[in-house]
């Protein structure tokens, strides 16, 4: 079943749009973080960001950095800042915010690890 964003690609669902090449699409969140929250996305669908071919991948990056400097040039913002989650919509993207404070994007996070879990994460992960 085609995802959300496809849907939005086929012109079957309106979206802002902010930006588009032959492989990529940018436009306005429909739940903005801050004004201008655009999300930057992969015509083509696939799911998970490190499933993306190498290539793929670099090019949504260099699509995000284009995008980038549009919401900078038009918006004054000091920075743009960018999240990849990828639970909200299984179709890969790229959110930019911009913001003018770490305050405009919620941080720092609400949670912490206690003494215990940080260890745990550190014997795992740390060489």
Same mark, same amino acid.
């Given at each position: 079943?085609?995802?959300?964003?496809?849907?939005?690609?086929?012109?079957?669902?309106?979206?802002?749009?902010?930006?588009?090449?032959?492989?990529?699409?940018?436009?306005?969140?429909?739940?903005?973080?801050? @004004?201008?929250?655009?999300?930057?996305?992969?015509?083509?669908?696939?799911?998970?960001?490190?499933?993306?071919?190498?290539?793929?991948?670099?090019?949504?990056?260099?699509?995000?950095?284009? !995008?980038?400097?549009?919401?900078?040039?038009?918006?004054?913002?000091?920075?743009? !800042?960018?999240? !990849?989650?990828?639970?909200?919509? @299984?179709?890969?993207? !790229?959110?930019?915010?911009?913001?003018?404070?770490?305050?405009?994007?919620?941080? @720092?996070?609400?949670?912490?690890?206690?003494?215990?879990?940080?260890?745990?994460?550190?014997?795992?992960?740390?060489?």
């Amino acid at each position: 079943m085609a995802s959300l964003f496809t849907k939005i690609i086929a012109g079957e669902i309106p979206c802002k749009k902010v930006w588009e090449d032959d492989q990529h699409l940018a436009f306005l969140d429909i739940r903005p973080v801050q @004004p201008g929250h655009t999300l930057v996305i992969p015509k083509r669908e696939v799911s998970y960001l490190f499933d993306l071919e190498e290539h793929e991948y670099a090019a949504l990056w260099s699509a995000a950095r284009t !995008v980038e400097a549009k919401l900078s040039r038009q918006l004054g913002c000091e920075r743009v !800042v960018v999240t !990849v989650i990828g639970w909200e919509v @299984p179709h890969v993207h !790229v959110h930019l915010i911009p913001t003018n404070s770490i305050r405009d994007v919620g941080m @720092p996070p609400a949670a912490t690890l206690s003494t215990e879990e940080e260890a745990q994460i550190q014997a795992l992960l740390c060489i």
